[in-house]
């Protein structure tokens, strides 16, 4: 699930920057972190942190937002 939500988010310039600024990572850690769940959870933070953003990427994804939200509660705990 965190993989493809970090597809759809990058798929947007302005999206990817906004991750990347309120994340605080890097390109660089976003890339050699693919399988860390830290790095994971971040990305789904992002998303459940702006309901706009939540709704787009759950109807682009095919799933639920509360999914997505239980996804993001999963890494983080």
């Known amino acids: ?8 988010v990058l798929e947007d310039e302005r999206r ?10 890097t390109p660089d850690q976003l890339r050699d972190g693919l399988t860390d769940t830290a ?9 459940a942190a702006h309901e706009p953003d939540l709704l787009a990427a759950a109807a682009a994804l095919g799933v ?6 239980a996804a993001q509660r999963s890494l983080s705990a």
């Open 64 to 69: 639920p937002p509360e999914r997505i939200v």
């Open 16 to 25: 990817a920057e906004r991750l990347l600024t309120l994340s605080g990572l």
């Open 39 to 47: 790095v994971l959870s971040a990305v789904l933070d992002f998303l």
């Open 1 to 8: 699930m965190a993989l493809a939500a970090l597809v759809w």
